[in-house]
């Protein structure tokens, strides 16, 4: 069964760190894109950071670039994310994503076919 | 960055049609990938693509595009579709960022 799992989440105060891991399973993990993505509490989701297959490429949305640093462990069959310099605004439910692909005439159109269960993060003193 | 705009709620009722739209300048360029969301729950993917649906999907579900706007049809609403639902796409602007849409809330009546 393909499957993702997040842990590491919890309460943390403003200013401090947490680090996410993702462990997947029933897939070639090294051979897929991935995503982390994050919902507040009541809100809509809001995409946080993305990995290429093999490491060498990464972005980050302008809310968390320069605090959180995304990483994989392709041996492992793991993603991460570190989170440094927590805010309030950082509280959220956060999701791994599987990043899928599909060539339609002469492009490639990407989507998430593949999230975990989720893991909250609490920011607050 | 480019934006992505839903309705914030839509109502349909039992066995009806119901669209689901998504706007921005991005989905000039990319096809939008459509979510389902239940309380407490992970998204789902529901539709991808030109109008691709993941095994599982029910076939009620279908997806467009035209110009900046990209719609999700459900045809012959059930009461397990009542959700919210989020578009998303690349955007188109060279960030290599990942757009989604605020999300709407389909109520079944």
């Known amino acids: 069964e393909v499957q993702l799992v997040e842990s590491g989440g919890g309460l943390v105060q403003p200013g401090g760190s947490l680090r996410l891991s993702c462990a997947a399973s029933?897939?070639?993990?090294?051979?897929?894109?991935m995503n982390w993505v994050r919902q507040a509490p009541g809100k809509g989701l809001e995409w946080v950071s993305y990995i290429s297959s093999s490491g060498s490429t990464i972005y980050y949305a302008d809310s968390v670039k320069g605090r959180f640093t995304i990483s994989r462990d392709n041996a492992k069959n793991s993603l991460y994310l570190q989170m440094n310099s927590l805010r309030a605004e950082d509280t959220a439910v956060y999701y791994c994503?599987?990043?899928?692909?599909?060539?339609?005439?002469?492009?490639?159109?990407?989507?998430?076919?593949?999230w975990g269960k989720g893991t909250t993060v609490t920011v607050s003193s | 960055s480019s934006e992505l705009t839903q309705d914030p709620a839509v109502s349909v009722a039992l066995g009806q049609t119901v669209r689901i739209t998504c706007q921005g300048d991005?989905?000039?360029?990319?096809?939008a990938s459509w979510y389902q969301q239940k309380p407490g729950q992970a998204p789902v993917l529901v539709i991808y693509?030109?109008?691709n649906r993941p095994s599982g999907i029910p076939d009620r579900f279908s997806g467009s595009s035209s110009g900046n706007t990209a719609s999700l049809t459900i045809t012959g609403a059930q009461a397990e579709d009542e959700a919210d639902y989020y578009c998303n796409s690349r955007d188109s602007s060279g960030n290599h960022f990942w757009v989604f849409g605020g999300g709407t809330k389909l109520t079944v009546l």
């Open positions: 994503a599987r990043v899928n692909n599909i060539l339609t005439g002469p492009y490639y159109y990407y989507y998430m076919d593949v």
């Open positions: 693509g030109k109008n």
């Open positions: 991005s989905l000039r360029s990319y096809y």
């Open positions: 029933g897939f070639t993990f090294s051979s897929y894109e």
